[in-house]
Structures are given as structure tokens and as C-alpha cells.
């Protein structure tokens, strides 16, 4: 019989991907390249502070554009990309915007807030499901 703390499960084989960023860099890439390709500008990609993070930063025509970024494996078990932006998701990211704005001293910028949601294949090399839901919220 042990007292006190008990020991730490072992580190993650740092060998092991996490599949879970590499799916989040998957959607990020493949919605960057959805926005290019609509003639956005992308001006920041996963931009840190201490209120969270902003996935994409783009600008079109003079507005600018903060997009949530959710992605899903057709696994079944955690309901749809789009689902995942919730109440407390959209006032994180608008929390961390007012954050960017203040921060980069733009105060006198039009803002919309996006979501692009990208629903992976089975096999990662067949085209993803992207949708891009402007002025989400």
C-alpha cells in the first residue's frame, strides 16, 4: 500500500503525433487556402495572447476578418465542426479580438467574425468538406 501522491503516467512518446493537432493544422491549411483563393489578404495565422487565440486574421476589402477554424474526422463521436463553435467559443474569440485590435492599435477597422468548417475524409488525401459561415456571429 502506497501513501501520498501517487506517481505520473508516463509522458506521450514524443514519436506519437497527436492527431489532434494534426488535424486542427489540416482545417487551418486547407481554410488559408479557401480565403486566398476568394481574394482574402490572410495577415495572421494563430495569433497568441493571453486570452486565447485567434486561428486566422484576414482582410478584404477593408474589413477585417477573424475566423474560427473547427475541424472534424468523420468519426461520429464529437458532433459536427460547426457545432463545436459554441456560446463560450464565440465570446473567447471575440474576447481575444478586441485584444488583436487594441494590441495593433486598430481602432477605426470594420470587423466581421467567420467560421470555417472543415470536415476531413477518411482518407486524408481526398478533398476536405470546407463551409465558410461569414458573419457567424
Known amino acids: 500500500m502506497t501513501y501520498g501522491r501517487q506517481p505520473r503516467p508516463a509522458p506521450r512518446s514524443s514519436q506519437r503525433p497527436d492527431r489532434r493537432r494534426e488535424t486542427g493544422k489540416l482545417g487551418e491549411a486547407a481554410a488559408a487556402e479557401l480565403l486566398a483563393s476568394k481574394g482574402y489578404r490572410i495577415v495572421a495565422r494563430n495569433w497568441r495572447c493571453r486570452t486565447g487565440e485567434l486561428d486566422l486574421i484576414a482582410e478584404l476589402a477593408g474589413t477585417l476578418v477573424f475566423v474560427e477554424v473547427r475541424t472534424r474526422r468523420p468519426t461520429g463521436t464529437h458532433g459536427t465542426a460547426k457545432e463545436a463553435v459554441d456560446a463560450w467559443k464565440q465570446r473567447q474569440v471575440k474576447e481575444t479580438a478586441q485584444y488583436y485590435l487594441y ?35
Not at 107 to 123: T, W
Not at 124 to 137: G, L, S
Open 103 to 137: 494590441a495593433t492599435k486598430r481602432y477605426d477597422v470594420k470587423v466581421r467574425f467567420d467560421v470555417i468548417a472543415v470536415e476531413l475524409s477518411e482518407q486524408d488525401k481526398a478533398a476536405p468538406r470546407i463551409d465558410h459561415i461569414e458573419n457567424a456571429f
